[in-house]
């Protein structure tokens, strides 16, 4: 459940969704191939992450790097996303967004809130591992300055940010700076319905 956990942590902070951008649950079945962000874009094709989604409810996670390969089960439905495994004998539940259309896939869908202009407005969410639910409200503003808003049922989960904005190629970068301590999350996009990731393409 290691890569599980590793999105957790990610998606939990910046990349949540609340079902405006709904997917029939049938299209996620297949393997798609990780598209790496401006992040880690210099990712070799052979050497990216594959996930492959069955249709009797079972998921699979090939790290071809060299990471922790995984196979577990998994539940969908049109915007929701339950991935399930164990791990030294501990059951791990993590509920995400999502989002599929035509040949891409999203995990980490976040969906904007109204009307947006570009990437410009409100985008807004939940994720949920084990029992913590983090929810977020992340605000771009045209003069690329962004608020970040998140709430969750720890103390430690409570976090409001005011940074900055901008595009890496086709991604949406933000800034935030704590200290002396700068923390770049980095967002793809999906046909202007969704940000988040990991962003992955149908093989």
């Known amino acids: 459940m290691r890569h599980l956990i590793s999105i957790a942590i990610c998606c939990a902070l910046y990349a949540c ?3 405006a951008g709904a997917s029939d649950p049938a ?57 399930t495994g164990t791990e030294n004998g501990k059951t791990t539940t993590f509920i995400q967004n999502y989002l599929v259309t035509g040949d891409r896939f999203m995990l980490g869908a976040l969906f904007p809130q109204g009307s ?19 929810t977020l409200t992340l605000d771009l503003h045209a003069d690329n300055t962004v608020h970040s808003d998140i709430h969750g049922g720890k103390a430690t989960d409570n976090r409001v940010q005011d940074g900055t904005w901008k595009f890496e190629g086709d991604d949406v970068v ?15 996009q999906l046909e202007g319905r969704a940000l988040g990731g990991p962003l992955y393409e149908r093989i």
Request: hydrophobic share 30%; aromatic share 8%.
């Open 116 to 134: 947006i202009d570009g990437v410009v407005g409100t985008w807004r969410g939940s994720v949920t591992f084990n029992d913590d639910k983090i």
């Open 27 to 83: 299209d996620l079945v297949g393997t798609w191939r990780e598209l790496p962000s401006s992040f880690d874009s210099d990712t070799p094709v052979d050497m990216r992450t594959l996930i492959t989604l069955a249709d009797d409810g079972t998921y699979a996670i090939d790290e071809r790097d060299g990471g922790t390969d995984e196979m577990a089960s998994y539940t969908a439905n049109g915007d929701t996303l339950t991935l």
């Open 174 to 188: 933000a800034s935030f700076v704590d200290g002396n301590t700068t923390t770049n999350v980095h967002m793809q």
């Open 17 to 19: 969704g609340d079902g």
